[in-house]
């Protein structure tokens, strides 16, 4: 009604000036243009008013609709997902990979009890170097909040979060070898210390569920954790791990009435070794079980991926804390891993915080140029890994060149495994003769500047305390064999290897029942100690085959302005024209990808076997090797039928082999020896007296 008037009023003032005559006075003129301001200006207030509530309703109404519609939408997915559950097979990514593969074969737990296998020895599992979790139960005030929690394995969540305060932690201290002030890291305990490494990454978890199948239970099974940075006999100084493992064996044996299966992994089976002349050693060195206790005790030892006679990588680790992935990380981004990145200097800190744990020392290659060959043989030579298979006449020498280069019968430069270490290519194939007579020669060095400086800060590591004279000595020595590495660690790492001498030997004992090797720096070499005197211990070496593992490797020296960095790294630009398939600076032979197989078999296949020096009591020894099968798709992870180093865990044939054991089999039932590679080729080769 209002808008009416209005509109009347308008209409009526409109006819009234129409009316008038152009001589009005201005007054007028400006009354009419003041009524028409202010009606514009009230219409203009109505038509808000009328908007602002129209919209006020359609508002009210939408948000009941979309909570209605929310509902809706709630429901229904529930309900097409109930379906979906009910109508789809409950393992979908199974369903998917059984209809592109075929039908999957039964977990071998679940075959072993069709087969009326059961349970019966109580299992150990000692884990190796590195898969086992470490946790946090005192620190500094860095780590606030961290109590008990992972600092290794897991998520590894805190590496990211705060890497220097982490990296303190991790560290040993570089004099004792034991904890620094104020720190105390602890081994994860029960299953779960090392079932996973990381978040769907298995270790032991899938032979811990087939063992489940058969009928184990967690009062059956013991993961046998400790603290795998420091020395074994420190293991049980400052945690008592030996003496827990002695313990947990003896209560399990009593409680179930039959001997132990002991499983060990990686560097584990030399832990194992340690443990095995500890617990019958007089205290206050050893346990004190007397010399019948391991007879008494154990069943079998089930070694998996064992780096017996050590592995090469361990000393190009320590040595310029790197190896194969590392180096090729180096060559694809030049200077990033060196340089500070984000306050972070990568490989220096890698180094600083290795050399503290001592255990990395135990898997130095043992038994010098007996084993692994010198400057002129080693047991591989002649191996082509682009076939995988070797041929007698393939590693001899047909002809030499000038500058004494030798070359194969296949036409290519030869490959010399026993040169641990040769900087540049043409030292690793050069003709011993040849480099003997330049090292007549003195060499001047070029530069005798003082590397060490305080600019370094806490990424200081020892190669600060050489010389530029010191780095060229080095690497004018040109090659290295296995008897040369120790030499050259004491150099370039005194600490590490001071501490390292009063706990490992890496050589071979001419009587190794000599009253001499008692003591527990010898106990990990099996080189340098016997089996326990237990004739019914069956030892099992269980290790994969069928992929390139690294054998030696190729170096040079890289100078640099900054003090800080590492002098010595692996030449990535080596590469691919030998039959011992040289790809990035490093020369490979069979193996699991980490163990060569020489050291992982060797030991079962001829010092082991039957009575000899090193097996006085005789145990039976088996080496039972799997050849590797990568898997066929994505679709089935890590593969059942793996021989990689830890990818091994979950092959299917291994665990099959492992559940029989446990459930009472000898090793002659299980099938003994089964070997693919050369290694029986490569034992006759060394010379060692049994």
Same mark, same amino acid.
């Given at each position: ?371 692994? !060959?010198?400057?002129? &043989? #080693?047991?591989?030579?002649?191996? @082509?890994? /682009?076939? +995988? %298979? ?109 501490? !390292?001498?009063?706990? &490992? #030997?890496?050589?071979?004992?001419? @009587?190794? /029942?000599? +009253? %001499? ?174």
């Amino acid at each position: 009604m209002s808008t009416a008037i209005r509109r009347k009023g308008s209409k009526q003032v409109e006819d009234e000036g129409t009316a008038v005559s152009s001589g009005h006075s201005n007054k007028e003129e400006k009354l009419k243009d003041s009524d028409s301001e202010s009606t514009k200006a009230e219409k203009e207030k109505q038509v808000k008013k009328h908007k602002k509530s129209k919209k006020s309703k359609v508002s009210a109404w939408g948000c009941i609709d979309s909570c209605c519609w929310l509902v809706g939408y709630i429901c229904v997915t529930w309900w097409i997902l109930v379906v979906l559950y009910n109508a789809l097979p409950h393992s979908l990514p199974q369903y998917v990979t059984e209809r592109i593969t075929g039908p999957l074969p039964d977990p071998p737990g679940v075959t072993m009890k069709k087969e009326g296998l059961t349970a019966k020895h109580p299992v150990v599992f000692v884990p190796g170097i590195v898969t086992g979790g470490l946790e946090l139960w005192e620190g500094k005030a860095c780590a606030d909040g961290l109590f008990r929690k992972r600092l290794w394995g897991g998520t590894f969540g805190e590496i990211y979060k705060r890497p220097r305060c982490w990296m303190e932690h991790m560290s040993l201290d570089n004099e004792t070898g034991l904890d620094p002030e104020g720190i105390r890291v602890r081994p994860v305990s029960g299953l779960v210390a090392a079932d996973y490494f990381a978040p769907g990454y298995f270790v032991w978890a899938v032979l811990i569920e087939n063992l489940a199948r058969i009928g184990y239970e967690e009062k059956s099974m013991y993961m046998a954790a400790y603290d795998w940075r420091l020395t074994f006999q420190n293991t049980e100084v400052r945690d008592q791990s030996l003496s827990r493992l002695k313990n947990q064996i003896e209560s399990m044996v009593q409680t179930s009435g039959h001997k132990a299966v002991v499983i060990p992994h990686s560097m584990g089976s030399l832990y194992f070794m340690h443990f095995l002349k500890w617990v019958e050693a007089p205290t206050p060195m050893g346990g004190g079980g007397g010399p019948d206790w391991v007879a008494r005790h154990i069943k079998a030892n089930m070694n998996i991926a064992g780096p017996f006679l050590g592995v090469p990588k361990a000393f190009a680790g320590i040595f310029s804390a790197e190896a194969k992935d590392i180096a090729v990380a180096r060559a694809i981004a030049p200077g990033v891993l060196d340089n500070d990145i984000f306050g972070l200097q990568t490989i220096q800190y890698i180094m600083k915080v290795t050399r503290t744990w001592d255990s990395c020392l135990s898997m130095l290659p043992k038994g010098g140029t007996t084993i692994w !060959g010198n400057a002129s &043989w #080693s047991p591989e030579e002649g191996y @082509d890994c /682009s076939t +995988k %298979k070797s041929n007698e006449t393939d590693g001899a020498v047909k002809e030499q060149t000038e500058s004494g280069l030798q070359i194969g019968s296949h036409g290519k430069p030869a490959a010399h495994y026993g040169r641990m270490v040769a900087f540049g290519k043409e030292a690793a194939a050069t003709s011993y003769e040849v480099i003997a007579e330049r090292k007549k020669e003195v060499k001047a060095p070029t530069n005798t500047t003082l590397r060490n400086t305080t600019a370094c800060g806490d990424v200081w590591t020892e190669y600060q305390e050489l010389t530029w004279e010191d780095v060229e000595d080095i690497a004018n020595r040109e090659i290295f064999n296995a008897d040369d590495l120790a030499e050259v660690l004491r150099k370039v790492a005194p600490k590490l290897m001071a501490r !390292g001498d009063e706990n &490992w #030997s890496f050589d071979i004992a001419d @009587d190794p /029942s000599d +009253k %001499k090797y008692d003591h527990y720096r010898y106990w990990a070499n099996p080189l340098e100690t016997t089996l326990p005197n237990a004739p019914d211990m069956e030892v099992y070496c269980l290790y994969g085959v069928g992929i390139p593992t690294e054998r030696s490797y190729i170096y040079k020296v890289s100078p640099s302005s900054d003090n800080c960095y590492i002098p010595f790294r692996i030449d990535t630009s080596a590469d691919g024209d030998s039959e011992g398939c040289l790809k990035g600076g490093v020369q490979f032979v069979d193996g699991d990808e980490t163990v060569p197989a020489l050291s992982a078999g060797y030991v079962c296949h001829a010092p082991w076997k039957g009575k000899t020096k090193f097996n006085p009591g005789g145990s039976p020894s088996y080496v039972r090797e799997y050849k590797h099968a990568p898997p066929a798709n994505l679709l089935e992870g890590r593969g059942t039928q793996s021989g990689s180093h830890v990818d091994i865990m979950g092959n299917f044939a291994l665990i099959e082999d492992i559940l029989k054991v446990a459930a009472g089999w000898t090793g002659d039932k299980v099938g003994g020896d089964r070997i693919y590679s050369d290694l029986p080729k490569w034992s006759e080769r060394i010379k060692l007296k049994l």
